[in-house]
């Protein structure tokens, strides 16, 4: 499921992709993923388009919630828990410093 995932994703252009291993640090998925789209539409899209793969693929309807703003989309596929954002409202969250992962900004390039 993260294979799809991120490969959806990244398909349809969103920004900044970063994966955080949770196993062992969370009982409520084992990967969470963290993506930037452009604008609210863009948010909005990929996180229509992710939950029309995810049913097609794996026969689930995973819940999402914010699609209606698509400031900040949050999808539970089960193992896979997925958070598109508008970048400004990422950069207010900080999630990946949450997590303890690398922001993409403080990632190395290369």
Known sequence: MLELVLHALDADKAEDIVTIDLQGRSVMADQMVIASGRSSRQV????QKLLDR????FRISARAEGRDTG????????DVVVHIFRPEVRAFYQLEKMWGAAA???RPQG
């Open 104 to 106: 993409p900004a403080d």
């Open 71 to 78: 400031d900040w989309v949050l999808i539970d596929a089960g």
């Open 54 to 57: 995810l049913k097609e693929r």
């Open 44 to 47: 909005g899209a990929l996180a």
